[in-house]
């Protein structure tokens, strides 16, 4: 295990590039930091004017990386050019718009979603589409942001996209799991009329699951082969089996829940395995798990007090994970107490 200090304060957001080459961290200390993940020696500092980093997602390519930052935009960068700042495309920060709490792209590269709530106020999942970014932006350019999901009052937490790219799966602060089948083909939304029956036709397929209680549901991930939900709801992981099929309405179905943490489960990820699940929680252990089986192989213990993030190393080899003073700590997955 390798452990540092990463940020001032709280680390709320970690990836890894797919190739494995870099590992970018942010906080609330208005850093946004790229790390050598195998020595943990700091490569860059990448300066910005956002109050904090709630999550980040780089695309499949690892060309892109998008940025939530709790603001109503959605921030995306060049890898190559992160200190030239955000490429244009972004959404004014309307102040009824919701700030971004969560936000991750399809599995072509072509999409990202991103959720997040107003408080007391408006809650969406909003579809952007990536091609709408780019540092010279035309007025005449298509508009990046192309789609909602309005939920009203229950706040929109966490979403991803399941291994086809054909649904979104939305977790909301009330326990509820939102199913959204997506995406539209592009060119269809330049055609009002066909985007509008369009929009009708995906409401009627949504699928709604609740958990076993209404706390948050703070991340939700699908395996890798796409036939199952995990979602973090509270101190226990629930899963959800799932089918979908072109025409047809997605069949859930729950099966399981992991128990083992003491508090919050912050952050979640499949190994490539599909066999292994990762947790982390607030009471400061990082567990693993055998998903099928739902039994726990290991608990880790990284010595940084409550974790609130973690980001699996594409191999499935190592996890890094964030706490609650600015530590970023790599553990082997096969570390024992």
Known sequence: MIQWTAHKRRVRALGYSPDGAMLVSGGDDQALRIWDP??????????????????????????????????????VCDRNGLRDGPLTGTTSRDTWDPGVSSIAFSPDGQYIVSAGAVPRSASRAILWHVSGFRRNRQQHDPAPRIDSLDLSDNDTLTATYSSDGRTIALGTSRGMIVFWPYPVPWEHLRESDRVARDRHLRRSRMVEVRAGS??????????????????????????????????????VSKRRRLLGHTRAVQSLAF?????????????????????RESFERSCLDPGIGPLHCMALAPDGMTVAVGGESGEIAIMDLDERP
Request: glycine letters at 6%.
């Open 271 to 291: 190994a490539p395995d599909d066999r292994t699940i990762i947790t982390a929680s607030l009471d400061g252990t990082l567990r693993i798990w055998d998903a």
């Open 214 to 251: 209404e706390d948050p549901v703070r991340r939700v991930a699908f395996s890798p082969d796409g036939t199952t939900l995990a979602a973090s709801i509270g101190n226990v992981v629930d899963f959800w089996d799932y089918q979908h099929s072109e025409d047809k309405l997605p069949i």
């Open 38 to 75: 195998v020595s943990g020696e700091r490569r860059a500092d990448v300066r910005h004017d956002f109050p904090s980093i709630e999550d980040l997602a780089f695309s499949p390519n690892g060309r892109l990386l998008a940025l939530a930052t709790g603001l109503p935009a959605v921030v």
